[in-house]
């Protein structure tokens, strides 16, 4: 009874903000302005316009998961061999930025790009030409990396910490090379933590719309851009909730593919 009564706020809490939006969502999602039931906001995903905004979302976020990956993996293999790594230094270098407020980093990258930015004038000022990266896809990508990297760094960190040196050891004293461990011991072991790692990278860069407005210049829309506009601008909270509709089939798959290669739990934060 104790513990029953010390979970009631809890479960307060997840009724009051996850079950009752989600809910209102599936309310607006399948009516229509009158409150008729329909299924034209689920499946209006399949118009031009929509269709268009969602694949070009699919793939900058593919793009930028991929890019994550590629730059925290060898990371996280570093920080396990290194003592800054074990003493947690580089970790909470890592996790320093995230304290920042969200828009204060975006905007701080818009600042960078820009045309007459950091960036554009350090070539200037040696004489090479400026760039272009401001409101372009390689924006938003740069965008999602950066703000997203640590999402994909400590999963992965967390996993490889646990791999026992002696498995490793014994692999390297029957004669296997380092990429023969690579392959057979380390990344089979890491997969928990990828999983996850990909999993946290992955949902927020396909849903957001943030940085695709500010880095972007509203030029670039993305599928997140549209429900947030369906909301905000258009008013239209049917059309808005059927399109996140959608995106939570995304995300159920990709929470459905974490659970079943991280069973255990191995792959945390910390």
Request: charged share 10%.
């Amino acid at each position: 009874m104790s513990r029953r009564y010390f979970a009631s706020p809890f479960i307060v809490w997840i009724a009051a903000g996850t079950v009752i939006p989600l809910i209102m969502i599936a309310y607006y999602g399948f009516t229509d302005r009158s409150g008729a039931f329909t299924i034209e906001n689920v499946v209006s995903i399949m118009g031009a316009e929509h269709a268009q905004a969602l694949w070009l979302a699919l793939l900058l976020a593919l793009i930028s998961t991929a890019i994550c990956f590629v730059l925290a993996f060898p990371l996280a293999l570093i920080l396990k061999d290194s003592r800054l790594g074990t003493k947690g230094f580089m970790i909470f270098i890592f996790v320093l930025p995230m304290w920042m407020n969200f828009l204060l980093r975006t905007m701080a990258w818009q600042v960078i790009l820009e045309r007459g930015g950091i960036i554009n004038g350090i070539l200037t000022g040696l004489g090479l030409p400026a760039l272009d990266i401001i409101n372009t896809p390689a924006a938003i990508v740069l965008g999602m990396v950066y703000d997203f990297l640590p999402f994909m760094v400590l999963p992965i960190y967390n996993t490889v910490m646990k791999i026992d040196n002696s498995l490793i050891e014994a692999a390297y004293d029957l004669g296997a090379t380092k990429g023969k461990v690579l392959r057979s011991i380390i990344l089979p072991l890491s997969v928990p933590g990828i999983a996850s790692g990909i999993t946290m990278v992955f949902v927020p860069a396909l849903t957001t719309f943030v940085i695709s407005n500010m880095l972007g210049g509203g030029k670039i829309n993305l599928i997140g851009n549209i429900i947030e506009q369906e909301f905000t601008t258009s008013s239209n909270w049917n059309l808005g909730s059927g399109l996140s509709l959608v995106m939570m089939i995304f995300i159920v798959l990709s929470m459905a593919l974490l659970s079943r290669l991280d069973k255990n739990g191995e792959a945390s934060l910390i």
